[in-house]
């Protein structure tokens, strides 16, 4: 690469800017749907899905050839340089399909020990939440603010959160339940904004089951860009997905893993 | 009232513009809650709304001197018109000290039949669902668009709402479970904010219980004025609070209280 050849963290950026200009038109048009009611027919959210991660793809293809891509809609693409940029362009299609301005883009870079670069980002809220070596911040309608976790030490001090009642298998929601019981609030629906509003110190737990890897990279860069500690429900790191405890501190998260650890 | 006096929505705008400004100081504000760790002490969401609600009576006090006001904070104050101004300077306190953007302020005008007018305002994301007669438009990040509800005719094509799994009573949530099962997809998590969804087309049923009147009214005419019909359990005017059923058409709200009605 030249000097001026783009960072990750600017390429990363260019992702995200790429992805909101493609996704944007998309949310909560109702020509769009109007325009075709077969059930087998239109699918605007597949649509902006694959238009977004496609758009991504070849921003990558020019700046960052030799990097291996993992993206939702289109899958592997292997490289040489031992990282992966790896993709979401909806994450929370049920909310984006209901009009909440809680789903968002992900866009993680990560190497064989995880993610190290991630942004989570909500087209219509103007929202971005970053975290990468050295940098934790988020950019919005307010302008741009550090993010830094909550200090919150104990259970009964804790907001919780999880995208919907059910988390995961029986067992997997017996195991939220029993951390939730324990909680001072326990509120659903967010999808990946639960993770921004963990980094942005607004609540302090998020335990979730059943994600994929690109559900969770971008997450577990900018929580812990912001201070927070995530892993699986064993304690083991968690950027393959599975069941994920996001916590805003190691102290708190500890707290949680010795109720989920025995589920 | 001389000729250049504000109109009814004139005058909600005002009280809407009013409480933006007090409140959104106090979202997702960390140095104001650092500034007091007393269990007993601060708490911004407690002042934010009382600050707001003061701040709207103002200029109830000074436009509609003859209006009665119900407001959550404050209580009913009497008037002479026959009309009522019904305030919720914060919809959603859960919510709102949780950061996330669903949390609304609730303006209505009502008469002796029920509110005619109502605002939904998001002041974070700068989005307003006005309903009134003759009015019922969205202003907001994407400029201003009218407000109409969508024409699905049969649960298993909707999506529906509520605020938490609980819903209100076992009864109640068991009113609920029964009209999800049949639904497509159901959500939570989003207080008043689902109610501006179904009004901007997106979702097409909110039904919840143990509700305020200050909870409903504005949502009420928000959503009527788009095209949407709101009732308690029992298809009746729900005005008063308690159990509510808000359906994106008649025909939707028909076979949703075919199944409340039994609970």
């Not at 911040?137 to 830094?148: C, F, N, R, S, V």
């Not at 995961?168 to 509120?187: I, N, Y």
């Not at 999808?191 to 059943?210: K, N, P, T």
């Not at 968690?238 to 109720?259: F, K, M």
Request: a negative charge; aromatic letters at 8%.
């Amino acid at each position: 690469m030249t000097s001026d050849a783009p960072t990750d963290l600017e390429t990363a950026h260019l992702l995200a800017d790429t992805a909101r200009t493609v996704i944007l038109p998309y949310f909560r048009n109702p020509g769009l749907e109007a325009d075709n009611k077969l059930q087998t027919g239109f699918d605007p959210v597949t649509i902006a899905d694959r238009e977004a991660e496609t758009a991504m793809r070849t921003v990558l293809q020019r700046l960052r050839p030799d990097d291996a891509i993992w993206g939702e809609e289109f899958g592997q693409q292997p490289g040489t340089s031992g990282r992966t940029w790896v993709l979401d362009p909806i994450d929370g299609t049920r909310g984006f399909i209901s009009g909440t301005p809680t789903w968002g883009v992900l866009i993680a870079l990560s190497d064989v020990d995880g993610p190290f670069l991630g942004i989570i980002d909500q087209p219509y809220t103007g929202e971005r939440f970053t975290g990468a070596p050295g940098v934790a911040e988020m950019t919005g309608p307010q302008g741009t603010t550090p993010l830094a976790t909550k200090q919150t030490r104990t259970l009964d001090q804790a907001i919780l959160f999880t995208t919907f009642p059910e988390v995961g298998t029986p067992q997997e929601r017996a195991g939220f339940d029993a951390v939730s019981a324990r909680a001072k609030l326990t509120r659903f629906g967010m999808d990946c904004y639960a993770y921004a509003l963990l980094a942005a110190g607004q609540i302090d737990l998020v335990i979730e089951a059943g994600l994929n890897a690109y559900d969770i990279q971008a997450p577990i860069a900018v929580v812990q860009a912001a201070g927070g500690h995530v892993t699986d429900w064993q304690g083991n790191p968690a950027h393959q997905g599975g069941r994920v405890l996001a916590a805003a501190n190691p102290t708190l998260h500890a707290a949680a893993l010795e109720i989920l650890r025995t589920f």
